[in-house]
């Protein structure tokens, strides 16, 4: 619920593959309008786009969602499979993408790209300049940084559903600063083998 809550009305998200050659790869993508439930993201693509390619060869991807004026930035790791549902396609669909799709909802070179979220970090502050400066004053004052903004690391994986401090946290302090490393970073252990069993599986 807070990821959907984040991401809600950031229309624009920059989808990361990993190119032939291993390099990172980024393009802009155009969330579909649906209700997050918490396991995937939907987007449009042609079936002949590079990143298509891409996804066949390594589905590990990265979803990054920012907006400066709601002062929100999220970064979501996960799966990405290609989804020729034609249901789910027609399902999706609004005459607004014929601007990218002229061909419409029947175009057999339309695919939707099935992006299942493993893990995600979000950021967030103020809206206003005003709510910053006070936000940074109150901070200074009570020796409390959470009020500059939240930084999480949610874990999704297996229907866990729970919210973790990242280790740069200075709230981690407290307690071991070994332990909350391996906390945060057990989500993405998790991750990678989640990935290699899928890649298992697949094969």
Not at 76 to 93: F, H, S, T, V
Not at 139 to 157: C, F, H, S, W
């Amino acid at each position: 619920e807070r990821l959907a809550e984040l991401i809600e009305g950031i229309d624009i998200a920059m989808l990361t593959t990993v190119g032939p050659e291993g390099w990172l790869v980024s393009r802009p993508l155009s969330t579909q309008q649906a209700n997050f439930d918490g396991e995937r993201l939907w987007f449009f693509t042609e079936a002949d786009s590079p990143k298509v390619g891409e996804i066949t060869r390594r589905r590990k991807v990265n979803v990054a969602y920012a907006s400066k004026d709601a002062n929100v930035y999220v970064s979501i790791a996960g799966q990405a499979r290609l989804n020729r549902d034609r249901a789910k396609i027609r399902e999706l669909w609004s005459d607004g993408y014929k601007a990218f799709f002229p061909k419409g909802v029947d175009d057999p070179n339309l695919l939707l790209l099935e992006i299942h979220v493993r893990s995600a970090e979000y950021w967030t502050g103020p809206r206003t300049g005003v709510g910053k400066l006070l936000a940074f004053v109150a901070a200074r004052v009570t020796k409390k940084e959470e009020l500059m903004g939240e930084n999480r690391i949610l874990d999704l994986q297996d229907g866990k559903r729970r919210a973790l401090r990242p280790p740069s946290d200075k709230a981690v302090r407290g307690r071991s600063k070994t332990a909350a490393k391996k906390a945060a970073a057990g989500v993405l252990t998790r991750s990678r083998a989640a990935s290699k069993r899928t890649s298992r599986t697949v094969h």
